[in-house]
Every structure is written in structure tokens, then in C-alpha cells.
């Protein structure tokens, strides 16, 4: 394999090819994903949705390298992580994706600046003056511009929302993952979210993938991808309701 | 690094109970340390001064003299050509006397002791008076006066003597009384000599406690002797750590000078008599040493502190490895989350590794600067009140009468460097079992 026969638009930046991982429960094991193929292109805009215990997270988890599936294989960008070494899969997180967490996990000792900052600091390389412009810019973006020296229990769920997705963004990934990304905001406050990612989808070409419960958020999506029991049951374009075509 | 730097210092901030704990039990353990060492140092010190006052200069050019091979007497003769040499050649040399050396029973009405006789030229001994304070009567004599009896330059006149305060007491004598020398001569026969206490010198430590000087002359007719003779040159030099050099360099100019020379034992004189009475040479040969070597039987003290104070803090820097690693490992599950967070947006082991150990080392550099720093003001302020040792033991075993402390900067950092490293190392084990913890614990602890 050292010839390029493909194009980098059409080879497919994420793909699972019949991956399946267990929870061991005991002496059971819960099957969570029960053969799951999927191919991601770049730049796309793909909702994971299926009703609680489906397996929305465990799937984002595996494309987001923060673990390993039991049978199948992951591909990130082509490179199979389950043959990746600790620091390579480090490395990968660091410099390829972005992790959005339902549960936002800030660092709580550090400010917005220095929350957003951080993944910027692990990967080195930029100059001080070159990294607080990023950080700034990316405050900016998320409009949190008054709270940059504040700390996260003394933001609002929506604030802290998008100092995760700043967060996950200041290194400009090639794949975001987030998952439920709206779950804990009010309506408002989600719309506003989804906005954000839909505006740096556009502009930076950053492929999406985020799950939600959401009908509403759902349609946002260019791909709607249902999981029911750990399986695959549709995969196509969302029913446009809400939202006007126009961004 | 800042960011590490920042993390853990807010952490250490936010530690609440157990750190606090910590820090404070790192804090004591390192002040201990350090005064442990300020009280070495002190002993240390207070050792020196008594030995450099009392028995020795910082280097002596002594010697034996053997009329037969069976015999042998701690004198030099020729003493003011043996002297000169070595003025000449003595590098930063601050001044030079020679003394004589004797051992005699000292006998008042009541009582007698065995007492170390230093033959002095009370003009030569200005660094001896300034150095021994005379003690006040009501320190020797029951009942006595609050005040200095006696005067110590009194010692130019003949048959006089100074006295340590513990050895008037044991005398039952004071200023004014007199005092019979008994001693036995090169041939074996007894001597006497009758003196006067013109002077009664507070105590200084161990060594005082069986040291008497008086006048040159007296001994000289005790022993019957030549006047060109004498115990040993004292040298002081204005570093005393330059003894050892100045002493192999004179070891060399008086070999060149035709002086016959012992090799060097690291002893005090008066443990080298079998020695040199074993040995078949007769007339003289030098014995050169530094004033180390002439308290070495005394030594043992300063061991025995060091060995209690490093047993001590060994057990207790167990101890304190044992809670930091404890607490750490406490810190590392409580925060999983954000170890499992950190991992996941790209955060290496190594580098999870490096936080919690830089942790731990700021919390031990913080409290055990903070212990250090604190326990040297303490024993600044304890060794400037001279707080009194009450027994007489114990000061003996200090060589003073009140608490020495001396605080060096080196022990301070040497302190602060060996906790603070402990803390490090303790820290390795818990920092390791955070390093290992995958990424996805960033979202199981929240389920
Ligand atoms: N750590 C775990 N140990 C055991 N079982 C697990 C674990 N994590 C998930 N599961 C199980 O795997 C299945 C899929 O879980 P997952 O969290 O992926 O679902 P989900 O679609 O994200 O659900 P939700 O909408 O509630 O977030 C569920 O049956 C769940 O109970
Ligand atoms: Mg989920």
C-alpha cells in the first residue's frame, strides 16, 4: 500500500468495519455494538441518535480512540487503531480529534483561557503570542469573550458547553466527536451550539459526528445514523423540519 | 511546564484537609532535621573551640623524647629552633605559642584529681583568655559569691594555677587556696610542687574537666627539665581548614630540615605512650598533628548525635513516604475523571506521570522550605538566649553549658532537598497508577 489510488475527498476519514464491543457485567458480558460498519467522509455532518443503551456512546468513544473495540476494526484517517501504540494513539487524539463530552469535563482548577488552552500546550510547537490568539479567537467564536478568567463552577451549563467545544476546536481537528452535545442545555442554548458546529463544519471542513436524543438537533445533521440494540437500523439524510436550508 | 506548574499549585490550594496534614507533618519532619543538624554543628563547634583553647592548636609540632628504648616523655627539645621553623613556613599563620605538656594528681585538703598540666606563657595565651570566661565564686564554692574572684594574668607569677569551676568543686578549693602537684619524673622518681589558685575558668565541656594551666617554670622544675624544651608548638592559622595541608607541609620542611619525624596517628599524644614506648629509637623525633586528632577520643559524641538524629529521620521520612503516598493515591482516584479527560484530548502517561509527581514535589518543596525555614529561625533564637543545659552530663556530652545551635546554610538546603525528594519518590507509585488510567475513565466515573 504506498501508492495513493485514491482521492483524499473520496477515501473515507472514519471508518468501522464489523466492530462489536462487549462490557463485561459480572460474569455476563453486555454486547453494546453488534456489528457496526460505517464509512465517515470528510467535512461531513452525521448524527448518531437511537433511544438510551443503544450504543451512541460507546461508538463515539471507539472513533474517538478513548478505547478499543473487541472484535472488528476502527479506522481513523486509514490508520487502524487497534494496531496503534499508546503514544500513537495519544498522538492521534492530540492532533486529530476532538472529544466533546456529555458531561463537558473541564478541568476545574483552570480557567476558560487556560481550559481552552490546554490541548494547544500538550501539542507544543505554537509561540506564546501565536497560541493566546488562537485561544482568544476560539473564546471569541464561542462568545465567552467576558468569562476568559473564570472558572467552570461559576459558569452556566451552556457556557461551560461551549468552553468544551472550544476546547475540542483550538487545535482544528480533522474529526470532532460529541456526544449529546445539547442533552444538558435548554432549547435555546442547544440551538445556539449546533449553530456553532454547523458554522465551523462550513468554514473548516471539520467532519462532525455527535449523538443526540434530540429531533429537533437530528435535523441539523447532513446523515442521520439510527442505532437500536447496538445495531445499524438506518442510515440516511434527516427529515427536514425545523431549520431552513441557508447556512 | 507552566501549565503543570499551575494545575498542581491549584490543586495544592484546593487539597483541603489531607494536604494541609501533609505539608504540616513534612514541614516538622524537615524543621527536626535541620535543627538536629544545627545542634551537630553546635556540639561540633563548641568541640573545636574547647579542643583549640585547651589541648591543641589547629596544627601541634610535638614529639617524644626516649633517653632508652623502654621510656618515653611527650617533650621537644630545642623548642625555640623547632618553633621558628615552623613560623617561618606556616602559611596564613595567625600566631604561634608552645606549651608544655604533663599529667599529674592535683591534692587539696580534701580531696585530688587527675588533671592534663598545660605549662603556659601567660603573654603568648592572649586567644586563652579571651576564649575561657572566669566563672563566678557561687559556681564552685557553696554559698559563694555572685562574682569573679581571681585573675587569670596572675598565672606570670610563679607556682600559680587556673582551675576549671568542676574541678575547684570536686577540690572543695577556691582563689587564694593552695594545691599540691604530684607527678613522676622521666627516671621514675615522685615530685611535688606547691601552687596557689589564682583563677577559677567557667567550664568547657568534657575536656575541661581534667585541663589545669599554670606557668611555664613550674613545670619545668616538676619535671626537672631544660629550659629549651617544651610540650609541643601550637600553630593557629586564620582558616582552620587549612590544617591538614599546612601540617603535610611542615611534615616535609622539618624531614628536610633533619628532624627525625613519627608518621602521622591521627591520636590525641597521650594515647601514643605504648606506642612509642614498644618502639627501639632513642633520642627525638617530632609528632606532628591537627587538632582533630587530639580530640578524636571525643569524637564518638558527634557520631552518636548524627547516628540517633539519621535513625530518627530515616524512620520518620518512612513515615512521611508512607502518607504522601497514601494521600496521592487517595488524589489520583478521586480524580480519575480528570485523568481519564486529560488522556482523552491528548494528554501522554508520561506527561500524567510528570503532573502528579510535579505535585507532589511542590507540596514538598512548599512545606518543607516553610519547615526548614522556620525551625533555622528557632535555633537562631535558642542558641542567642543560651538557654542553660541544667546537668552537668549533658554538658559534658554538648562540650558547653548552654544550647549551641548552629545553623549552616548548606544543611538547610541539604534538608529541604532530601525531603523534598522523598516526596518526589513517594509520589512515583501513585503518579504511576495515574499514568495507567485509559482514557476512558473520563466518562465511566460519571455514570
Ligand atoms: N462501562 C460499562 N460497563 C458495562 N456496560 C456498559 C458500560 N458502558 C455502557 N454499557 C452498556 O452498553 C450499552 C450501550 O451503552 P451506551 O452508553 O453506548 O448507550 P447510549 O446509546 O450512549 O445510551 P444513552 O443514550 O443513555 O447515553 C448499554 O446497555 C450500557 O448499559
Ligand atoms: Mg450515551
Not at chain 1, 467532519?207 to 438537533?217: C, E, K
Not at chain 2, 615522685?190 to 599554670?214: C, I, P, Q
Not at chain 2, 514535589?361 to 543545659?389: C, E, F, H, M, Y
Request: glycine share 8%; proline share 4%.
Amino acid at each position: 500500500m504506498t501508492t495513493h489510488t485514491e482521492t483524499p475527498e473520496a477515501a473515507p476519514i472514519v471508518e468501522l468495519i464489523g466492530v462489536t464491543k462487549d462490557y463485561p457485567l459480572g460474569k455476563l458480558t453486555v454486547p453494546a455494538l453488534r456489528g457496526i460498519d460505517l464509512a465517515i467522509a470528510r467535512g461531513d455532518f452525521i448524527a448518531i441518535a437511537g433511544p438510551s443503551g443503544s450504543g451512541k456512546t460507546t461508538l463515539l468513544n471507539l472513533v474517538g480512540c478513548v478505547d478499543v473495540p473487541t472484535a472488528g476494526a476502527v479506522r481513523i484517517g486509514g490508520q487502524t487503531t487497534g494496531e496503534l501504540k499508546e503514544t500513537q494513539l495519544t498522538s492521534l487524539r492530540l492532533h486529530k480529534l476532538g472529544f466533546i463530552f456529555q458531561t463537558f469535563n473541564l478541568v476545574g482548577v483552570l480557567n476558560v483561557f487556560q481550559n481552552i488552552e490546554l490541548p494547544l500546550l500538550l501539542q507544543g510547537g505554537l509561540s506564546k503570542t501565536e497560541r493566546e490568539r488562537r485561544v482568544a479567537e476560539m473564546i471569541e467564536k464561542v462568545d465567552l469573550t467576558p468569562q476568559t478568567r473564570q472558572r467552570p463552577n461559576e459558569l452556566s451549563g451552556g457556557q461551560r458547553q461551549r468552553v468544551a467545544i472550544a476546547r475540542a476546536l483550538v487545535t482544528r481537528p480533522a474529526i470532532v466527536m460529541a456526544d449529546e452535545p445539547t442533552a444538558n442545555l435548554d432549547s435555546g442554548t442547544g440551538g445556539a451550539i449546533i449553530e456553532l458546529m454547523k458554522e465551523i463544519n462550513r468554514v473548516d471542513h471539520t467532519t462532525f459526528i455527535f449523538s443526540t436524543h434530540d429531533a429537533h438537533v437530528m435535523s441539523h445533521a447532513r446523515r442521520l445514523v439510527e442505532l437500536v440494540d447496538g445495531r445499524i437500523v438506518s442510515d440516511r439524510a434527516p427529515d427536514r423540519q425545523a431549520q431552513p436550508e441557508g447556512a | 511546564m507552566g501549565m503543570y506548574l499551575t494545575i498542581a499549585s491549584r490543586n495544592l490550594r484546593q487539597g483541603g484537609r489531607r494536604t494541609v496534614l501533609l505539608m504540616l507533618a513534612l514541614a516538622l519532619v524537615t524543621g527536626l532535621l535541620v535543627f538536629l543538624l544545627a545542634l551537630s554543628r553546635g556540639v561540633n563547634v563548641s568541640m573545636t573551640r574547647a579542643a583549640t583553647t585547651l589541648s591543641a592548636g589547629h596544627v601541634n609540632v610535638a614529639g617524644f623524647y626516649k633517653a632508652t628504648p623502654e621510656d618515653a616523655a611527650p617533650i621537644i627539645q630545642g623548642v625555640a629552633a623547632i618553633k621558628k621553623i615552623a613560623v617561618e613556613n606556616t602559611p596564613n599563620l595567625d600566631y604561634a605559642l608552645d606549651r608544655h605538656r604533663g599529667w599529674a594528681k592535683v591534692v587539696s585538703e580534701t580531696s585530688s584529681v587527675w588533671c592534663g598540666l598545660h605549662g603556659i606563657d601567660v603573654r603568648e595565651e592572649k586567644a586563652l583568655f579571651e576564649t575561657i570566661t572566669l566563672a563566678h565564686q557561687d559556681a564552685y564554692v557553696e554559698g559563694g559569691r555572685h562574682a569573679v574572684i581571681g585573675d587569670a594574668q596572675r598565672l606570670s607569677e610563679p607556682d600559680t594555677i587556673l582551675l576549671f569551676a568542676s574541678q575547684a568543686k570536686r577540690l572543695g578549693v577556691q582563689v587564694g587556696d593552695q594545691l599540691t602537684l604530684r607527678t613522676e619524673t622521666l627516671r621514675g622518681q615522685s615530685n611535688t610542687a606547691d601552687v596557689t589558685v589564682v583563677a577559677v575558668a567557667e567550664d568547657l565541656g568534657l575536656m575541661s574537666s581534667w585541663a589545669a594551666f599554670l606557668p611555664k617554670q613550674t613545670i619545668l622544675k616538676l619535671y626537672g627539665l631544660k629550659p629549651d624544651t617544651s610540650g609541643a608548638v601550637q600553630l593557629y592559622l586564620k582558616d582552620i581548614d587549612e590544617a591538614p595541608a599546612v601540617m603535610a607541609h611542615l611534615r616535609e620542611v622539618f624531614a628536610d630540615a633533619g628532624y627525625a619525624l613519627m608518621d602521622h596517628d591521627p591520636q590525641p599524644f597521650f594515647m601514643k605512650f605504648e606506642t612509642v614506648i614498644g618502639q627501639d629509637w632513642t633520642g627525638q623525633k617530632l609528632d606532628l598533628t591537627i587538632w582533630r586528632d587530639e580530640v578524636s577520643f571525643l569524637t564518638w559524641v558527634l557520631t552518636a548525635i548524627d547516628t540517633v538524629s539519621y535513625l530518627l529521620i530515616a524512620i520518620l521520612a518512612i513515615l512521611i513516604a508512607i502518607g504522601i503516598m497514601n494521600a496521592l493515591y487517595i488524589a489520583v482516584r478521586e480524580r480519575t475523571q480528570e485523568v481519564g479527560t486529560l488522556r482523552a484530548i491528548g494528554m501522554g502517561r508520561r506527561q500524567v506521570l510528570g503532573m502528579f509527581v510535579l505535585e507532589a514535589l511542590l507540596l514538598g518543596l512548599v512545606a518543607t522550605t516553610a519547615g526548614a525555614t522556620l525551625s533555622a529561625i528557632g535555633a537562631l533564637i535558642i542558641d542567642w538566649i543560651a538557654v542553660p543545659i541544667p546537668w552537668p552530663a549533658a554538658q559534658a556530652i554538648f562540650m558547653n553549658d548552654t544550647i549551641r545551635l548552629v545553623v549552616e546554610p548548606a544543611h538547610l538546603a541539604a534538608a529541604i532537598v532530601a525531603f523534598t525528594f522523598v516526596t518526589g519518590i513517594s509520589a512515583l507509585w501513585p503518579a504511576m497508577r495515574a499514568a495507567r488510567l485509559p482514557p476512558i475513565t473520563a466518562i465511566h466515573q460519571t455514570e
